[in-house]
């Protein structure tokens, strides 16, 4: 069926307002003409006129309706990227030996070693750290691997002044399973009100447990599993060895001793 006949003064009309920076949404809304006609028309000979404030509101319009859709693309992506990974973990944890208590061991040593205290002055375990799952994973194995004195774990806790003292310490209490009476006077950083830094959720927990011994075995494990680990590639260990001697020998300014780490070769 054909469409119906438009006039010469109609399409006149038509090219004016193109002349005049009208796009074909605006005079289809006036004068009723198709946006197709009006392209069929002067879609190939009238270039409309350049307008930058035109062509940025037209960007801003296109991108608030493809934000959504590529938003949700991109949603879809990582789903479908965390299904397969936690597929994949599954998998593997099935050949992991979860009934030997040597690995959750290992574990523990591996987290007390980058985590835990490791001066030789330090006469008992001290681990820190803010997140909860993991302090709750290092006491989890600390009573797995070991049969330990319950009653000699103490807990630490730095907060800054937007905290909630009872609060805090309910809320890690209830995390460790460590009653409140074994918590020392919580510490409240000194920090200034107006400098902006990022908020925490519930402070610094530290977990002190009064037994030197673990803590040296520990410490002994993780570094037997370090040169095991890193056995086959034995120049670069000599090398690390080699520097950190020269970096415990050389100044006492922790600073001057850290830029010698890196400039003595």
């Given at each position: 069926m054909r469409g119906r006949l438009h006039p010469a003064k109609e399409k006149e009309k038509v090219k004016q307002l193109i002349l005049k920076g009208k796009s074909y949404n605006e005079i289809t809304r006036l004068l009723g003409v198709p946006k197709?006609?009006?392209?069929?028309?002067?879609?190939?000979?009238?270039?409309?006129?350049?307008?930058?404030?035109?062509?940025l509101e037209h960007l801003a319009s296109i991108r608030k309706l493809a934000a959504p859709a590529l938003r949700n693309k991109w949603r879809k992506k990582r789903e479908e990227e965390t299904r397969l990974i936690k597929t994949k973990i599954e998998k593997e944890l099935k050949n992991y030996p979860l009934e030997n208590i040597?690995?959750?061991?290992?574990?523990?040593?591996?987290?007390?070693?980058?985590?835990?205290?490791?001066?030789?002055?330090?006469?008992?375990?001290?681990?820190?750290?803010?997140?909860?799952?993991?302090?709750?994973?290092?006491?989890?194995?600390?009573?797995?691997?070991?049969?330990?004195?319950?009653?000699?774990?103490?807990?630490?806790?730095?907060?800054?002044?937007?905290?909630?003292?009872?609060?805090?310490?309910?809320?890690?209490?209830?995390?460790?399973?460590?009653?409140?009476?074994?918590?020392?006077?919580v510490y409240v950083k000194k920090r200034s009100k107006t400098k902006r830094f990022r908020k925490n959720f519930a402070g610094i927990c530290f977990i002190y447990y009064g037994?030197?011994?673990?803590?040296?075995?520990?410490?002994?494990?993780?570094?037997?599993?370090?040169?095991?680990?890193?056995?086959?590639?034995?120049?670069?260990?000599?090398?690390?060895?080699?520097?950190?001697?020269?970096?415990?020998?050389v100044g006492s300014n922790p600073a001057r001793r850290t830029t010698n780490l890196y400039l003595t070769h």
């Open positions: 197709s006609t009006i392209s069929t028309w002067f879609g190939k000979t009238i270039r409309k006129p350049w307008s930058r404030k035109i062509m040597g690995f959750y061991k290992s574990l523990l040593a591996m987290l007390y070693w980058t985590e835990g205290a490791k001066s030789k002055k330090a006469c008992a375990l001290k681990f820190a750290n803010t997140d909860p799952k993991l302090a709750l994973l290092y006491v989890r194995l600390l009573r797995l691997c070991y049969n330990i004195d319950e009653t000699k774990l103490r807990i630490g806790l730095y907060v800054h002044y937007y905290h909630s003292i009872k609060r805090v310490k309910n809320f890690w209490s209830r995390v460790l399973n460590i009653p409140l009476s074994q918590f020392y006077k037994n030197n011994k673990i803590r040296k075995e520990l410490l002994e494990l993780g570094t037997a599993l370090q040169k095991i680990i890193i056995a086959n590639n034995a120049p670069v260990a000599q090398w690390i060895e080699h520097e950190v001697a020269d970096f415990e020998v």
